[in-house]
């Protein structure tokens, strides 16, 4: 009986191995793949929107997500089985030209982790592509949550306004440099009515920020400061 049982198992998992690898164009296995695809597009849009670093336009681009994984197990299903749809899809897409504007590395990537799915899923490769995409995403979640761990300094862009006083250059650049680990001077403007000083800073925790702003504060009369957090500045 256990010979039997071992056998009847392998002939399953044949079965199924033959059923989601198969070069026809099956109605009811595309649409099982066009719905497993839309699943995995939910869970790259969650993992988008909360592990990514991107500030501008996530859920404009996060729900592009879905249409290239569903278009792109469409079009690999149906030209896999046909040359001749395979040649034709390469000139096609070499009369297409694509000119959509990729601000942030980190957007290209879900876009070729969307791209992969559809491909996958579309080669009836399922099984697969869903343990390798699923574990991709938590492997790149879990990285992103260590190095926000491990990293947690900040730069800053510091501006400082205050009267034409030249000789007060020293005793700033001294302050700002006490409360940061890194203070590097980008900028310093004199005119006939006031200075104008930005120093690029890597600072640990907001304490020192206040510790700056307060200091400057005490020992000069009339300053300006105001801080910008360059770490969550969008790419231009």
Known sequence: MAEVDKIKEVDVLQGLNQLWSGDELVLHILIANLLIGFILSLAVMYHYRKFSSVLTNKSTIS???????????????????????????????????????IKEPEELAYL?????????????????????????????????????????????????DMDNIEGDLPSI???????????????????EDFTNIV?????????????ITQELKQKHEGVTVSFIDQSKMPAI
């Open 112 to 160: 070729f982790i969307s791209i992969a799915i559809g491909l996958g899923l579309g080669a009836n490769q399922t099984i697969n592509t869903v343990f390798a995409s699923l574990l991709i995403l938590l492997m790149m979640g879990f990285m992103k949550k260590k190095m926000d761990v491990s990293n947690s300094s900040k730069d800053y862009y510091l501006s400082i």
């Open 173 to 191: 650049v001294e302050i700002v440099s006490s409360h940061s680990a890194k203070a590097d001077m980008r900028r310093y403007q004199v005119s």
């Open 199 to 211: 120093f690029f800073l890597d600072i640990e925790d907001v304490a020192s920020l206040n510790a």
């Open 63 to 101: 729900r592009v997500f879905p249409f290239i994984i569903l278009t792109t197990i469409l079009i690999i299903s149906i030209v896999k089985s046909s040359l001749a749809l395979s040649l034709g899809l390469v000139g096609a897409l070499s009369i297409v030209r694509f000119r959509t504007p």
